[in-house]
């Protein structure tokens, strides 16, 4: 069975970035869609980026401008680049594959941005 793995999660001050990245063992990444989502305590995982088997992007309102998605398909990876992080975006962050068939869901990766 299909098993998302995020990291690269960590703990950032208000303005810093990271990369998350995301493999699936037991999949190809590189003919699907993948989403990014996160989910802040409390809350509902909510959409943050999705990349398309073809490459074309879609970002949330809330992210556009300072997060990229992207994808390395000779290491079967899909990077969440984050810049100019807020301390609103902490949150753990989980990948899965586009679609209504999503994979089993990971343990996701924390990211905490504070002072």
């Known amino acids: 069975q299909v098993q998302p793995v995020e990291s690269g999660g960590g703990l950032v001050q208000p303005g810093g970035s990271l990369r998350l990245s995301c493999a699936a063992s037991?999949?190809?990444?590189?003919?699907?869609?993948v989403d990014w989502f996160r989910q802040a305590p409390g809350k509902q995982r909510l959409l943050v980026a999705t990349?398309?088997?073809?490459?074309?992007?879609y970002y949330a309102d809330s992210v556009k401008g300072r997060f990229t998605i992207s994808r390395d398909n000779a290491k079967n990876t899909v990077y969440l680049q984050m810049i100019s992080l807020k301390p609103e975006d902490t949150a753990v962050y989980y990948c899965n594959k586009v679609g209504f068939q999503r994979w089993p869901w990971g343990q996701g990766t924390q990211v905490t941005v504070s002072s």
């Open positions: 990349i398309s088997s073809g490459g074309s992007t």
């Open positions: 037991g999949s190809v990444l590189s003919g699907i869609g």
